[in-house]
């Protein structure tokens, strides 16, 4: 009986274990943000580029894309409240306000935000690795990569 309770204690605690791991509740700030083209790390302030960008002329336009990416991603934080509440902040400007919801099954965020008085619905890919959150933009443009730390909570 005692080994019977030990293993059911020891299974539980596992599974609560992984369920802790991918929860994406708290504040994430921006690590780097990828799409087909260049990849941007903030905290190491590096850039890789395609090679589309071969010739001096396009490296300018990536240059411009860069400061660009800076301007919207560039001290971006995602708020993810337990109970719903999304918040996307900007240079600690809020830039969106809504409520979200998860879909494990499809390892889906599906947020409705009101972005500069107009609602949008953002959805995003996700999966937790190594306490890095990965999310993957979903919409009809471009196919943006973002990778967030979790920040401590206050």
């Known amino acids: 009986m005692r080994i019977?309770?030990?293993?059911?204690l020891s299974l539980f605690s596992i599974i609560v274990d992984a369920q802790q791991g991918r929860s994406i509740h708290g504040r994430w700030k921006i690590v780097s943000i990828a799409d087909e083209e260049m990849y941007y790390?903030?905290?190491k302030d590096s850039v890789s580029l395609s090679p589309v960008f071969s010739s001096p002329m396009d490296k300018a336009q990536a240059k411009e894309l860069i400061a660009l990416l800076l301007g919207m991603a560039?001290?971006?934080?995602f708020i993810f409240g337990k109970d719903g509440h999304y918040e996307l902040l900007h240079d600690t400007k809020q830039d969106g306000v809504g409520t979200y919801i998860v879909s494990d099954r499809d390892s889906l965020i599906t947020a409705n935000v009101v972005r500069n008085g107009v609602k949008v619905i953002e959805k995003m890919k996700f999966y937790i690795k190594?306490?890095?959150?990965?999310l993957t933009k979903i919409d009809d443009g471009r196919s943006m990569k973002l990778v967030l730390e979790k920040l401590p909570e206050n």
Do not use: P, R, Y
């Not at 019977?4 to 059911?8: E, K, P, Q």
């Not at 560039?74 to 934080?77: A, L, P, R, S, V």
């Not at 190594?130 to 990965?134: D, T």
């Open 4 to 8: 019977l309770f030990v293993l059911l």
């Open 41 to 43: 790390n903030f905290k």
């Open 74 to 77: 560039g001290d971006g934080i």
């Open 130 to 134: 190594e306490q890095l959150l990965h």
